[in-house]
């Protein structure tokens, strides 16, 4: 897919990725890692081609509002993981008349053979998305007796019809989280990264594919039955992590998202399986995990995530991880 900003169109459907080395050829494993400035955003983006498998990531701070995006005709048929880990947009097709939500660290599995429309981005925070690739004929081949959704999804496909997993997003969990980033960092040989990226790439899927099933088969607590009351608990969650390093009272919060104490906590447990401060704290360390591991400060880390001290943070961070942050990153 591109986006038509006029003269700055065709450099950033090279971005996009042009597809036309998809999927990997010959076994080997491609990976491209390039940053770009347009009049129009700054990206960085991570791309990792292998037979049957297209992977990309994607780090971008959007300088307009609204984007148009055009169809292109050179891209292989394929189901697209599609995982957000920060920022918000949405889209809208034309061709299906379906609007799509992307919200800060939610998933979802799509398949969307074409795309003629609109997108719209928050200009005030980076936009970060991880994306899986499949190949039509593999990931048929993957869902067949599979779950029951995803070999709905499969049947969809099959026969070139639109469709996604679920009509509500779901959460990244930390097994994803943690799947994503082993695929980033990987640092196997040829031969090996090339085995190791496949199989978590199918371990994406297979987490994606249990917890949009669990959602199917577990009954939601009484505070999940309206959408008002769902919407409320997403804002809460993208509010609590966008104020990560100052969050506010469980009182604060409720009002700021227009739902009761009693709902906001036990809502947000049943739809996060998480208390709302054993969610943030979780969130917290794992993103502290990501920074040190980026090589930032143990000091810096600590006060970006809101600790009162190094120790603080230290004694949890071993809590969590069984290892202190200086001996990660030794």
Not at 79 to 90: H, M, Y
Not at 292 to 317: C, D, T, W
Request: hydrophobic letters at 35%; one cysteine or more.
């Amino acid at each position: 897919m591109g986006i038509n900003v006029g003269k700055d169109y065709g450099a950033w459907k090279k971005v996009g990725g042009s597809f036309n080395d998809l999927p990997g050829r010959g076994g080997l494993v491609t990976e491209r890692k390039e940053k770009y400035n347009f009049s129009f955003s700054d990206a960085e983006l991570v791309q990792i081609n292998i037979p049957d498998i297209y992977i990309v990531y994607g780090d971008i701070m959007f300088k307009q509002h609204q984007m148009y995006f055009r169809p292109t005709y050179d891209v292989p048929d394929m189901i697209k993981l599609r995982f957000t880990l920060s920022g918000s947009g949405t889209i809208f097709n034309k061709v299906n008349k379906q609007q799509y939500l992307f919200n800060s660290n939610q998933q979802n599995i799509i398949y969307m053979p074409e795309l003629d429309g609109t997108g719209e981005y928050d200009t005030n925070q980076h936009y970060r998305f991880f994306e899986v690739h499949f190949a039509k004929e593999k990931f048929l081949q993957l869902a067949e007796n599979s779950t029951n959704a995803l070999q709905i999804l499969a049947d969809y496909a099959d026969t070139g019809r639109y469709a996604q997993i679920a009509e509500h997003n779901l959460p990244v969990s930390w097994a994803m989280q943690n799947c994503i980033r082993d695929i980033l960092h990987c640092d196997y040989p040829e031969g090996l990264k090339r085995m190791f990226i496949e199989s978590k790439c199918i371990e994406l899927l297979v987490l994606q594919a249990e917890a949009f099933e669990q959602s199917i088969t577990q009954k939601q607590p009484a505070a999940l039955h309206s959408a008002y009351d769902r919407d409320c608990l997403y804002y809460a969650r993208d509010y609590l992590i966008e104020h990560i390093h100052q969050p506010p009272s469980v009182a604060e919060l409720a009002k700021l998202c227009g739902i009761n104490e009693f709902k906001l906590k036990q809502g947000f447990k049943g739809l996060f399986d998480n208390s709302i401060f054993g969610y943030l704290s979780d969130y917290r360390l794992n993103h502290g995990k990501e920074l040190l591991l980026e090589g930032r400060p143990i000091k810096s880390v600590a006060f970006m995530l809101g600790y009162s001290s190094v120790q603080h943070f230290s004694n949890a961070f071993r809590k969590k991880f069984a290892v202190t942050p200086g001996k990660l990153k030794s």
